[in-house]
């Protein structure tokens, strides 16, 4: 399966970096899969082509694959009040006869924010301790000790962008109060196990451990081990009562490359993969369509459909999908009609664009993949 383009390791040697994954796929499939580097490098591991990455923020169109399934079955509407859904009513307390929606959350202009930064209270502050955390409390209660103002804009819901890794866990914990399922088992239930793909949004469910991917930041001092896979083990959230496992699901998917191109194929392909049908075609049109097109600041992308991004160079028409960062780690997955791109670095010397929120090495690749199969 693994394949080798040397003009592409050319590019990729100009940088240092831990280990590298880069995909290319068609409707048919993968056409391209190509590994360098070392999956550990202490342990000297070198990566292949089943090496799983904690993927970040590519985890976003995942959650709202999960969410579509549910409006599929007629149990979610995107257009309706989420308070419905929740079994509380949850209103930015500036706008408090403004509904927040699904289509909202999934665009990043709920007005719902993660915090600020702020190391004390709302979202940020409680990502890390693993400490219960009602979402109700969080969201609606002013006396609750981890309640942040500032998790709400001063802006009407729908009428500003504003990047929310919050929105996106509350997304997971509609899931689970409309599916009655914790999400992490739902997202498998109804995607990962109909695609036969080892990963999941706890790393425990991962049936390969010895091939999750160690993550590293790179500076003059060389390579610093930031994640292992005994520690994404050992800092795993507990699993809180249904509607309130909001932590983890906005960037905690684990998958190889190669996994996650068979999610990506069966969106080029309107819901198909291998033959089989898990999505309708109106679904997945409806995830690209553009639902918010208002100022995004963000140098990435442009316009906004259902936790996709519409990214408007290297191609004629835009690319749908996500980036990914955290923890050393830099991804994207983007696909149009024709082509599918993926790709996964575990730590390198990044340096960033001046004129986009991207790398100089996720740049490079781009350029050189849209070049050699766009037409």
């Known amino acids: ?8 390791k050319k590019i990729l040697d100009k940088y240092e970096y831990a280990s590298i994954a880069v995909l290319h796929a ?24 089943d090496t799983i990455y ?24 995107i257009y309706e009040d989420v308070s419905k859904y929740l079994g509380f009513s949850l209103r930015n307390p500036n ?39 009602p979402l109700k409390e969080i969201l609606t209660n002013p006396d609750y000790e981890y309640y942040n103002p500032k998790t709400f804009l001063n802006a009407e819901p729908g009428e500003k962008w504003l990047y929310s890794n919050f929105g996106c866990g509350i997304l997971a914990c509609i899931i689970e109060k409309v599916s009655g399922k914790l999400f ?13 793909i080892d990963g999941g949004f706890r790393v425990e469910q991962v049936k390969k451990l010895d091939k999750v991917a160690s ?17 994404f083990l050992n800092i795993m959230f507990p699993k809180y009562p249904i509607g309130d496992n909001f932590r983890g699901p906005a960037g905690g998917l684990f998958i190889s490359p190669k996994d ?38 963000d140098r990435q992308y442009k316009a906004k459909g259902l936790q996709l991004c519409h990214l408007p160079f290297y191609t004629k028409e835009p690319l749908y999908g ?47 993949l849209t070049k050699k199969f766009e037409k």
């Open 1 to 8: 399966m693994e394949t080798k383009d040397l003009e592409l």
């Open 26 to 49: 068609t409707k048919d499939g993968i056409n391209l899969l190509m590994t360098l580097g070392k999956q550990d490098i202490e342990e000297d591991i070198d990566v292949c082509e």
């Open 54 to 77: 904690r993927i970040a923020s590519i985890s976003k169109v995942i959650v709202a694959l999960g969410a579509m399934k549910l409006v599929e079955e007629g149990k979610l509407d």
């Open 95 to 133: 706008y408090p006869d403004k509904k927040i929606t699904l289509e909202q959350i999934m665009t990043q202009s709920s007005s719902i924010t993660d915090g600020f930064d702020d190391p004390d209270k709302g979202y940020d502050a409680v990502n890390g301790p693993s400490v219960y955390v």
């Open 184 to 196: 992490t088992d739902y997202i498998k239930e109804v995607l990962l196990d109909p695609l036969e």
């Open 215 to 231: 993550l590293y930041h790179y500076d003059d001092n060389g390579y610093k081990k930031l994640r292992t896979k005994d520690q």
């Open 260 to 297: 996650l191109s068979k999610i990506m194929i069966m969106m080029m392909n309107k819901g198909v993969y291998n033959g089989i049908r898990l999505y309708k075609e109106e679904t997945i049109l409806e995830m690209e369509k553009v639902h918010y097109d208002k100022p995004i600041y």
């Open 322 to 368: 996500h980036f990914g960062t955290a923890y050393g780690l830099k991804s994207f997955m983007f696909y149009n009609r024709d082509n599918g791109y993926i790709f996964m670095c575990g730590g390198s010397n990044y340096k960033q664009m001046p004129d986009r929120n991207i790398s100089y090495l996720q740049n490079d690749v781009f350029e050189y």
